[in-house]
């Protein structure tokens, strides 16, 4: 099945910059593979490292982050927590034996649509290629059919 | 993943380790000829050779003297507005038509290059007598007159050793080369 | 001060003879203890990235890794083509580990492994900032008082660019001559290319651009230049001659290390200095 | 589920039809999700005209929907037709979600199927999350009618005049003596070569004489606190030493002071002033300031020659700073530029070769009122240049400086061009990469210049020195440059090189920028809320930028933004009160732990600590509605309205809801 394999990629976008960079994709008529889903946030401050195990616990093959350039957020450095949110959540998943690659950051200006599409375009490519997310089991890996506990124990971690 | 690499493509890849920006971002302001030291002697200019790579040119490019006749003295490099390693490019442009055995006739730069690699490999040092073998039958008479009474000059004194110097674990280097030449894929 | 790993570099051996005598007798002087690192390799120079980016890479990695291995922090070459290389293979290699795993497999064949602990220094560097200007101004036992010394840079010695140094306008070696005494002459070309490998590969061009040195240098009434490189050295020095019959000119204009001039002013003996070897010897300093 | 949702899926004619299935998708709403509570879902040819809108009306009255679900275009576009649409039949408008399946989906898609699964995965996204929706108020917030500006250039001034002429009032600081800002400086302004101080200087005396502008010179805003509508500034007059009450501005101080120093400010270093002085001569205010740290008194305790000679006794050695508090509704940046440190390009000689001019040097060159009364001379001060060098994009266009074009660069040198030519008749050589006039009369200006016979060569320049290798060059600067359009290396020796040196922000724009909470650019320019639709407002409520505060631009378009966000205040003032989008956090008191960690996250100082209770708690008005410190509270008690947790979590299993079940299926 990994011939026919088709990757669902959760998208964190910032209304200000990666959002209106996927309405500007959009007007431009770019193309990107269908296998992300948006989902808009005021910033991507907002990011809270739940909402991404949480996407992955609830099928997602993987998660793209996406903000505004450094320098410029439209709350002023925000984007900045949100990297450092992102540097912690790889680490996290390669504990929880998640390949950190499922997990992408990428900058985007809202004039930027044509370097999101190229972003999702690739990182679909990346999961492609990767394959499903399979749940590790075992002792030291977690039991797919409560990612939920994961999900906490990690997030309090 | 296509099959066919366009010539500008092959240069940017063999800018390895170049940290510069892409040849495509170049602005054709002509600062790195104006710069370049040598670029009377080239038969184009910096900005014409990254022009004609732009332009996949690859013939007129590699029988360009351009890239032999670079100093590698970075002066470009550091003035150039879009930020590309101009004598890095050089550097590139060399070993390409260095693999591909074109390059124009009667430069003495690719026997030199090589004919130091070949030493230094044998040897670990360079030493200027032996690597004189490999380019002064290139030099016009003149040339090597002048050769001459520089180098009995600097023998005379005492600057100019007579005998080369060779390293101690001779052996364990050249199979450290051997380790790195089917990756580089020199002749 | 901790001893530093001292990679001469094959110039130094034989054309260079005199900058390596200089180079040991001034750091004594000075209290730098260097330490020539055991069975170096040649570094490359400018002549082999043409032929093969990793093999030369690998060349520099290896006397990395020696000193590494001799537990160095700072890795000094008295050559600015050595110093170049090696200070941009560290670099290089601290920062892309596929290219750093290439090379180590290399190494291994010579029991050797580059870790990246190199602080890569040119000698000109060490005794500035590690001695200090003042610490060398109060060992100065014979000012050069009146000695006009043009300071010639070059290329690789402040080129490609590293943080955010002047790369057009350096002043660091003029700092050095005034604590000697030596009165440093601003001059056009002291970063310019001396031609390098082209005096081999490319004849007309290399003179020519020794050429404008020596005539920018001369305009501004140059009584020695300083080198901090052999190739600069050799280049200036030695094929001054053919530069006069080349466009008729009458150069004679002295090119020293700036070590020797160091020496001098430290009151360490010409002899000890390889003074003497030169081939084209000012007036100046004959009567100093 | 309680609640009633209905589903709205548009065909936007065929943008969304097209590609998606659009009638399998609202079928598929209707059934899949009822579960969800979906009771109704309709698809139609364009959701957003009247009858669309009726449509969703109707249900909402008849079917008593606590819910509406719009999955059409982008919600930057019709998020407020349908908001409003959903008020109108009585819903709250926070209660109706717009989703994307237009931008998101069959713009950039072609396989159908898979465009039409995805829809559907939005669509449920969207249900999921509109459950978790709370109905809301937009929060309400008066406006103070009084308006401060900042920064005395020419965008600053038109902004507050066009305030001031409208009947409110406007605080105006500027840093240095006088207002008129850089173009006070100028000579000549292009394309049209009128005179600046003709046109500048009544601008100053309107603004000098305004009945409704308070002017504070060599002042600076130290503090701003408050938020759109209720801001308090502070701002620190510095001392000048002059009572301005009785100061007559005769300048009888400035003439008798004895000492001079060079003028960095205003003659860009060209000339000396004395150290009681006014600028220059048309300056507003007339009055002079005292240059304390230069002062033969402050620093040997004699002199006082201009306290003896004051007709009017108006030289107050003991004046102090002072802080002076005001209350504004709105503010305007107008800080404007710093020019580009041209010694930050050795090469080209500036401050090593005398006769290498910065283009701010040039200006007042060839000024009528500066040091050499208008004539283009060398730095002798006598001989007049017989060839000139004009350098474009001098730090400008470049990597290693500053990576943007400044815009004025190519104008101005041709400005320059032009005043050589006319009153030196010297040979003109314009160096540039490309040359750019794409404004009212610029590129006729251009035209205008070939026709004068200045050369241009298209290079950058190498370098510029005064080291002679040919014949000809003995005693001139040369030129080094390739001619690249007959690609030629070529040596031009001139007398004089103009540096049409770029321009970069404030030094200071950063600190200011944070002072009033708004965002800078990696260059340090002010970011607008968006480049092209509001392009003098900010991401901060209340907060505009006008000038080259905003990004480099010549003195029109300057004008232009002055004016234009003196309009956006004034339509801020008639509001009487702003209403904000109510996306805001808000602290559940019990269950905070009064950890803090939020405090610190907030770039808008919104969070507030209660000693008293050891609890935070958000400003309201303060809060831009990042959600930054909900995502980072370890106790879960930071709710961020319209965002919370509970919606975005609803929304992800939403979208994945097909995709679980697609995994349920598929075994392994």
Known sequence: MTETFEPVI????????????????????MKYPPNIRLIRLMCSGRLDPTFVLKAFASGADAVLITGCHPGDCHYVEQNYKALRRFQLLKRVLTQMGIEPQRLKLVWASAAEGAKLAEAITEHTEEIRALGPLNWPTGPNGFEQNKPEEMVVQEVTA | MT?????????????????????????????????????????????????????????????????????????CTVRCPAGIDIADMMYALKRYSIWKGQYQEGLIGPDFSEGFVKMIVNSGRSFEPILAVTYLPKFSARDLIQEAITATGLVLKGQMPLLPKKIKRLKNFQQMVRRIIPIGGTS | MKPYAYFPGCSLESLAKSYHLSAIEVAQELGVELKEIEDWNCCGATAYFPVDELLAYTLVARNLAIAEKEGFLDFVAPCSGCYKNAYFTNAYLQKDQDLAEHINYALEADNLHFEGTMRVRHLIEVFIDDVGLDEIEKKVSHPLKGLRVAPYYGCQLVRPRKDDEDVENPQFFEGLLSAIGAEPVEYASKTR?????????????????????LKDAAYSHTDVIATTCPMCNVNLEVYQNQVNQEFGTNFSIPVM?????????????????????????GATLRNM | MSERIGVYVCHCGT????????????????????????????????????????????????????????????????????????????????????????????????????????????????????????????????IHPDTLVVGGGIAGIQAALEIADAGFHVYLVEREPSIGGHMAQFDKTFPTLDCSACILTPKMVQVGNHPNITLLTWSEVTKVDGYVGNFEVTIKKRARFINEDLCTGCGICQEKCPKKVIDDVFEAGLDTRKVVYTPFPQAVPNYPVLDAPNCTFFLKGTCKACEKFCPTGAIDFNQKDEDITVQVGNIILATGFDLFDARRIPQYGYGRLANVYTSLEFERLCNASGPTGGNIVLRDGKTAPKSVGIVHCVGSRDQNYNPYCSAICCMQSLKFAHLVHERTGAEVY?????????????????????????????????????????????????????????GKQRRIPVDMVILSAGLEARHDAKEVGKLFGIACSADSWYIERHPKLDPVATMTEGIFIAGCAQGPKDIPASVVQGAAASARVMGKIQQKEVSLEPVRATVDQDRCSG???????????????????????????????????????????????????????????????????????VPG
Request: hydrophobic share 40%; proline share 3%.
């Open chain 4, 430 to 486: 314009n160096f540039y990469i490309d040359i750019r006039t794409p404004s009212k009369g610029y590129e006729e200006f251009y035209q205008r210049l070939l026709e004068e016979g200045t050369h241009f060569v298209r290079g950058k320049v190498a370098e510029v020195t005064d080291a002679a290798r040919q014949s000809g060059e003995d005693g001139k600067l040369i030129i080094q440059v390739e001619d690249t359009l007959i």
């Open chain 1, 10 to 29: 959760i998208g964190f976008t910032c209304n200000w910059c990666s959002y209106r960079a996927a309405d500007m994709a959009g007007t431009a008529r």
């Open chain 4, 595 to 665: 950890c803090r960690i939020c405090n610190n996250l907030c770039p808008f100082s919104a969070i507030l600590f209660h000693e008293d209770t050891m609890v935070s708690e958000v400003n309201p008005a303060l809060c831009q509605g990042c959600g930054t410190c909900v995502a980072a509270c370890p106790a879960g008690a930071i709710s961020g309205t319209g965002f919370s947790d509970e919606q975005i979590l609803a929304q992800i299993e939403g979208l994945l809801l097909l995709n679980v079940k697609h995994l349920e299926l």
């Open chain 3, 193 to 213: 290319c001396c031609g390098g490998s082209l005096i081999i590969t490319n004849r007309k061009a290399a003179l020519d651009m020794v050429h404008k040195l």
């Open chain 3, 257 to 281: 290390y700036f070590t020797q001039i160091m020496g001098m002013a430290l009151g360490i003996q010409p002899g000890r200095l390889g003074i003497g070897k030169e081939l084209v010897y």
């Open chain 2, 3 to 75: 099959a066919e690499l366009s010539f500008s493509k092959e240069i940017n890849n063999l800018m390895y380790a170049s940290h510069g920006k892409p040849i495509k971002d170049c602005l054709q302001c002509g600062v790195c000829s104006g710069t370049c030291p040598a670029v009377e002697f080239m038969d184009h200019s910096p900005r014409e050779l990254i022009g004609m790579i732009g332009a996949d040119l690859k013939g007129d490019v590699l029988a360009s003297n351009t890239f032999w006749s670079c100093a590698s003295c970075f002066h």
């Open chain 4, 15 to 142: 943008n969304i039809a097209g590609v998606v299935n659009v009638a399998e998708v609202s079928q598929w709403a209707g059934e899949k999700l009822a579960e969800s509570g979906v009771v109704v879902s309709r698809d139609y040819k364009f959701m957003c005209s009247s009858l669309g809108q009726e449509l969703i009306q109707k249900d909402i009255k008849e079917m008593g929907l606590t819910r509406v679900v719009v999955a059409a275009c982008s919600p930057h576009l019709h998020e407020a037709t349908f908001r409003n649409a959903c008020k109108g039949a009585g819903l709250n408008p926070y209660l109706c979600e717009l989703v994307s399946i237009r931008e998101q989906d069959s713009w950039v898609h072609t396989d159908k199927v898979a465009a039409t699964e995805k829809a559907k995965a939005i669509i449920s996204g969207g249900v999921a999350r509109v459950t978790y929706h709370e109905p809301l108020e937009p929060l309400h917030v008066p």
